[in-house]
C-alpha cells in the first residue's frame, strides 16, 4: 500500500498567487492597431491606455515591479512594449494619447529594467523604427522619423 503525503509549502501557494496575478496582467501589455473610423477612439487604443493606466495604478503602493519585489515574465512583456512607446508606436501606430513620461511610475519602471547589466544593448530602437516604417509600410515608409529621443537608446 502505498501513501502519499500531500505537503503545502507557503512558497508554492505564493508562486500560484502570483501566476494567477500574472496571467490576469499579460493580456494588457500590447498596442493594437486598428482601422476604425478617424471620428472615434478605437476600441483597442482606449483599452491600451486604460491597461497602462491600471499599471500605473498598480505601481503607485511603491512596488518595483508589477506583481511585487521581483520581476517577473510581465515586467519583460511590459517593458518591450513601453521602450517602444514613444519612439515607435506613438508615431507608427498612433498610439499617441499619452507618452511614457505622462506615466512616471512606468516610466521608473521601465528605467529599471533597462538599467540591468546588458538590457540597454539588446534595445535597438532604430531596428524597431526601420521595422515598422520600413518593413511594414507604416505611415511615409520612406520618411523614418527621428525623434522622439527617449531615455532608451543605447550609444550605437
Not at 503545502?8 to 500590447?30: C, N, V
Not at 471620428?39 to 518595483?64: S, T
Not at 499619452?98 to 539588446?122: C, M
Amino acid at each position: 500500500m502505498e501513501r502519499r503525503i500531500a505537503i503545502q509549502l507557503p512558497l508554492a501557494q505564493g508562486i500560484a498567487d502570483r501566476a494567477g496575478r500574472l496571467r490576469s496582467t499579460l493580456p494588457w501589455l500590447q498596442p493594437r492597431p486598428s482601422g476604425e473610423s478617424r471620428d472615434i477612439l478605437p476600441a483597442p487604443l482606449v483599452e491600451f491606455f486604460a491597461a497602462l493606466d491600471h499599471l500605473e495604478g498598480l505601481l503607485e503602493d511603491g512596488r518595483p515591479y508589477l506583481l511585487g519585489k521581483c520581476a517577473t515574465e510581465a515586467d519583460w512583456l511590459l517593458f518591450t512594449t513601453l521602450v517602444r512607446l514613444d519612439a515607435v508606436y506613438v508615431g507608427a501606430l498612433k498610439v499617441n494619447l499619452k507618452r511614457l513620461s505622462d506615466y512616471p511610475k512606468l516610466a521608473a519602471h521601465t528605467q529599471r529594467l533597462y538599467d540591468w547589466p546588458g538590457v540597454a544593448a539588446t534595445v535597438k530602437l532604430n531596428h524597431a523604427k526601420r521595422h515598422y516604417y520600413d518593413d511594414l509600410g507604416v505611415t511615409n515608409p520612406s520618411l523614418i522619423p527621428p525623434g522622439p529621443k527617449t531615455p532608451f537608446e543605447a550609444a550605437a
